[in-house]
């Protein structure tokens, strides 16, 4: 189908899409698709009535409703297919879905398993379709700039990479599927592989070792579902060396909701410094030599994305790119491998933190996953 759906929308017919989870992340899906020129969903299906409701409102449009993913698949209404199904289901949905010649963008986390990611990139090796993570942090306007200065050398040889973020406490989901690590891959995971995956594009090197602190300290200790309190992290601060020696570090907060900016991004390399501030949308670079304390270069960023979302406009630039990704027939930018990475830091996060030490990489990845 991968050919056939690359000519047919050059001539100007529409990508349809299928979404497979009709929650929350569902039904934002739906909508940044509905914000798309030459897109429209067809067809959606989760096993939940209450969501599958909400998947059909959303779509502002007769749809195809299943309660099976597999029946979506075998329906032939969908060209692509948007996976927003929970953390734990990502292995077997996946696995379903890539043997079929559907293009394929699946919510973050790729999987909560490093080993199941692994067979996930395996899978999609053959594939002419597309298979794309969704770590659309990548896309924020504010981020893009920063990511744009950074490859123009406008800091030098990367040396330090800092991100903070403050912000509220998980939200509620289908089942509270979501409070409990078991499901999630844990905070480290399920939220923070968003952050690994921008220090892995960022530094270009590999990451040898990561020292973790974090508890949870504030969130949902008060809340009980079917008798056991969730467990997740709600504050860490993460530190990664890279084999080049450089280092990142993440600090994060979830009851930090009563603050100014929720993500803070600094690169600090040999000829200077740029920060990525949002939601103030402002871009900072300071060129050592030139610039001091105070005095660096300071721009806002426009944010003209057409549907913002809840996430700052970057899931609408991800959706254009995926579906301009459909019909050239080129390959992903997030690919698999990215989604392994960015999960293999969070689950040795996590190791550092329940066992108390620094955790090297390859306790919980393997050489190949970083060619």
Known sequence: ???????????????????????????????????????????????????????????????????????????????????????????????????????????????????????????????????????????????????????????????????REHRFPFLEKVDDWNRFSANTGGTLVEKCCHFFDLMNLLIDSSPTRVFASGGQSVNHLDESYRGETPDILDNAFVVVDFADGARAMLDLCMFAEATHNQEELSVVGDLGKVEALIPDDVLRVGRRGEHWIGEVDTSAVENEVSYQGLHHGSSFIEHTRFAEAIRAGAGPEVAPIHGLRSVAVGVAAHRSIDEGRPVLISEVSEPSDWL
């Open 1 to 163: 189908m991968c050919n056939d759906v690359a000519v047919s929308t050059a001539q100007g017919s529409e990508i349809r899409y299928g979404v497979i989870g009709t929650g929350m992340m569902g039904v934002e899906h739906i909508e940044n698709i509905g914000a798309l020129d030459g897109a429209s969903v067809t067809a959606i299906s989760d096993p939940h009535a209450a969501s599958r409701d909400a998947g059909r409102e959303a779509c502002r449009a007769e749809v195809a409703v299943f309660e099976h993913h597999s029946q979506l698949v075998e329906s032939g209404l969908c060209d692509a297919v948007v996976v927003a199904t929970p953390n734990m289901t990502h292995a077997e949905v996946l696995s379903d879905l890539l043997p079929s010649d559907l293009h394929i963008l699946v919510e973050k986390p790729l999987c909560i398993a490093v080993d199941d990611c692994r067979d996930i990139v395996a899978g999609a090796t053959d594939r002419d379709a597309l298979l794309w993570v969704g770590l659309e942090y990548r896309y924020m306007p504010p981020i893009a700039r920063l990511i744009e200065e950074v490859r123009a050398s406008a800091v030098g040889n990367v040396h330090m990479v800092a991100i």
